[in-house]
């Protein structure tokens, strides 16, 4: 039988108070704080850098499904773009599942069909999502980001697939049309009461019914969390101990993920499930999507876990921050950057999975891959090595005239474990933490908009 094989999520670091939020608008907090993506991030690098901690020996992804309501291109497969960062096989399948909250379990129970059919033997399904919300509304203080990733084979390393259902329903209940920069919904508990809770409540009982198990037998489960108390009336309705069956949906931690939040919540689930728990997994949007799982006990590296990321990050000072890096505000600025489709594709290998180059003579690793060593002089060219995620900082500075949402700018030099020197900018980090020797690792960041499109590379943020 199917299942999963490995999780990750990738949870930014900075926070938002609603506190400060509703000080902004002379509102009412909701309570709690949310994860608010750096102005480098995006939902590709969340799902990418989410992809990047699955850590899985063995053979590579044949497919690459990325899910999201929010990708960075109207008209480009943000799928291939991973596929190109992980290095894998020209031959994989890649595919962007969008358009609906669901877009994340969507994507699930297709990488499920394909290993299925045969198409694949391991699928990456690789969620991220930045939804941004009208300032001064409900939403504003709602919304959260977040990317996670399951790799799905036909092992079930962590869970197996005991039953899948899916309903399909024609609902306005939150929508965005092209051009509107911000999700709509009708006002009231329209949707809640005539969408969420009836369609959730049809696929629940579906897929109860393909496997023959009453609620009470279900360990876990995750049910998407649009707001805090909505997940507990349909608990209630389809017959489930809210306190002790319902998943933490971290809406007062991280807010309202969108396509992420159940593979979230489910990565949560696995992590501290017990071989034979059965767990329920729900995603809401234009219907729903309903998976049983059965859990093998296996552990989960907890290094990179849901409750670690958590605990990890950086509280926004002001709703002005948070604002630049929405570009909520925007200023005039001067150009300084360059961009060219044909140097993107020249340096593709370089710039996605990261490839360097060893001397053959010396053994002296070096990036960008030069024609002659830069070390013994060596004419006979490089042999292409991928460079280490992890170093320590062999240098600095921080420049405060380059413009930037989260001033200053420290431009680094990193020794990369295993060889090698990268010249990259710092992320996440506050100037004053920077020193030398301290321990570092690469994340997958968006550098700038110029040219017409997004430009992606690596930066590096404290371990």
């Not at 608008?25 to 991030?41: F, L, M, Q, R």
Request: glycine share 10%; charged share 20%; with cysteine.
């Amino acid at each position: 039988m199917a299942g999963i094989v490995a999780v990750a999520v990738s949870v930014p670091r900075y926070r938002l108070p609603r506190e400060v939020i509703a000080r902004e608008w002379g509102a009412t907090a909701a309570g709690g704080e949310k994860a608010v993506a750096n102005h480098d991030e995006d939902s590709l690098t969340l799902a990418v850098n989410a992809a990047l901690g699955l850590g899985v020996d063995g053979p590579p992804a044949d497919a690459v499904y990325f899910a999201t309501t929010t990708s960075p291109w109207a008209e480009k497969q943000a799928a291939a773009t991973i596929a190109a960062v992980l290095d894998l096989p020209p031959a994989a399948r890649t595919l962007d599942f969008t358009g609906t909250l669901r877009a994340g379990t969507s994507a699930m129970l297709a990488g499920l069909d394909a290993i299925a059919g045969g198409s694949a033997s391991r699928v990456l399904v690789a969620a991220g999502d930045c939804r941004i919300a009208e300032p001064d509304s409900p939403a504003e203080q709602s919304f959260g980001d977040a990317g996670a990733a399951l790799l799905l084979g036909c092992e079930a390393g962590l869970a197996e697939v005991v039953a899948t259902h899916s309903v399909a329903d024609e609902f306005v209940g939150t929508w965005r049309t092209q051009g509107q920069e911000f999700p709509r919904a009708f006002p009231g508990a329209f949707e809640t009461k005539f969408g969420y809770g009836r369609v959730i409540a049809e696929a629940v009982k579906g897929v109860l019914a393909k496997v023959r198990i009453e609620p009470r037998e279900l360990a876990t489960v995750v049910l998407p969390a649009p707001t805090p108390r909505a997940p507990q009336a349909v608990a209630k309705a389809a017959g489930l101990d809210p306190k002790r069956q319902l998943q933490e949906s971290f809406w007062t931690t991280l807010g309202d993920t969108g396509a992420v939040q159940p593979l979230l919540m489910l990565a949560a689930a696995l992590e501290r499930a017990k071989a034979g728990d059965l767990i329920l997994v729900v995603g809401y949007g234009d219907g729903a999507d309903a998976v049983v799982l059965r859990a093998t006990g296996a552990a989960i590296p907890a290094g990179h876990g849901v409750a670690r990321q958590i605990e990890v990050k950086r509280t926004l000072p002001s709703y002005g921050r948070y604002a630049r890096f929405r570009k909520l505000v925007r200023k005039e600025t001067v150009a300084t950057e360059s961009s060219s489709p044909v140097i993107l594709w020249r340096d593709r290998k370089q710039l996605l999975p990261l490839y360097g180059g060893r001397c053959a003579r010396c053994g002296t690793v070096q990036f960008p891959k030069h024609r002659i060593c830069v070390e013994c002089a060596d004419a006979n060219g490089l042999e292409e090595v991928r460079l280490a995620r992890r170093g320590r900082l062999f240098t600095f500075t921080n420049d405060y005239l380059t413009e930037s949402p989260d001033p200053p700018v420290t431009h680094a030099v990193v020794e990369l474990d295993g060889g090698g020197r990268l010249y990259v900018q710092l992320t996440d980090c506050e100037p004053e933490r920077v020193a030398i020797d301290m321990p570092l690792e690469l994340t997958f960041r968006k550098i700038h908009e110029h040219g017409g499109f997004n430009n992606y590379f690596w930066k590096a943020r404290p371990q």
